[in-house]
């Protein structure tokens, strides 16, 4: 079975924080450690929001933990009494994410795990979490980054493939088309590029060709529902002569020309397939296939 590069990732991580804290003599790696296990996903925009989370509740059980532990610490009543504050400051702050490790913090100072001052202990707990949290942003972001453009790049092109060929399908050859798929890809790769942009390794040089694609994938859309609205009328309408010429230039196809008088469904019909030239156009204008 082939290992994964998240795991691979994990466990780099996992040795830098052992090692780091071995080499400064700075004591047990294990909540640096713990930490850059969380912190570690499948992507470094999506590793700063768990480390983010895991920062925060560290904090609050650090905070909580302390006051409890300058009162009385070990305490039953406080023990009690503190983690309902934890969890109520946790819900205010709407992050239940943070719940988990701030009880466990606010535990470990509050039960005196080490023998350490209170104080010592919840600065100590907090600095570990953050070096384990930047060791595991730093591993996800210089070791074998995502190529994501590579990946919007080749979307990109199929989404443009599929567009133009389900116009042709549709109009040159009046097959019925399944749009949806087209959809779902489209969304896909705008997730995607907003991924790509939150994550902090976002080029300039690159910005040019993203502003290009979102601009194309808004011209999809717009072909996509016109030819929605084209598969709304009972009977498919005449095109005109200016469309047929069109059309031809697009897509090399022969389609026949009959004068007829025109009805309000065949001027609604041919406005929307210039549309969809129009929006053709555009995309090959684009350049960036």
Known sequence: MKIGMRTI?????????????????????????????????????????????????TFIGALVGLICALIKPESAILSGIGVMIVIHIANLLKSKETLPIAAVVFS???LKLEQESAIVYSLSRI???????????????????????????SKYKKVIDDTLNIVKMSICYNQTINSSLIIEDIQTLEKLIHTYIQEFRFRKSEKIEIE?????????????LNLQILDSFKNKEQLDEENIKNLAKVYNCRLSYKEKDETKESVVYNYHIKNIIKSINKLNSLSIR
Do not use: H
């Not at 979490?129 to 190529?147: C, E, L, W």
């Open 9 to 57: 990732k994990t466990g780099i991580a996992v040795f830098l924080c052992v090692l780091i804290f071995k080499l400064f003599n700075m004591g047990s790696a294990m909540y640096a450690v713990l930490a850059a296990v969380i912190s570690m996903q499948n992507t470094v925009i999506y590793s700063f929001k768990a480390g983010k989370n895991r920062m925060l509740g």
């Open 212 to 224: 290009k694609i979102k601009e194309s994938l808004n011209e999809c859309k717009k072909v996509l």
């Open 127 to 153: 600095i570990d979490t953050f070096i384990g949290i930047v060791i595991a942003i730093s591993v996800n972001y210089f070791i074998s980054p995502p190529k994501y453009f590579e990946k919007i790049d």
């Open 108 to 110: 470990a100072i509050m």
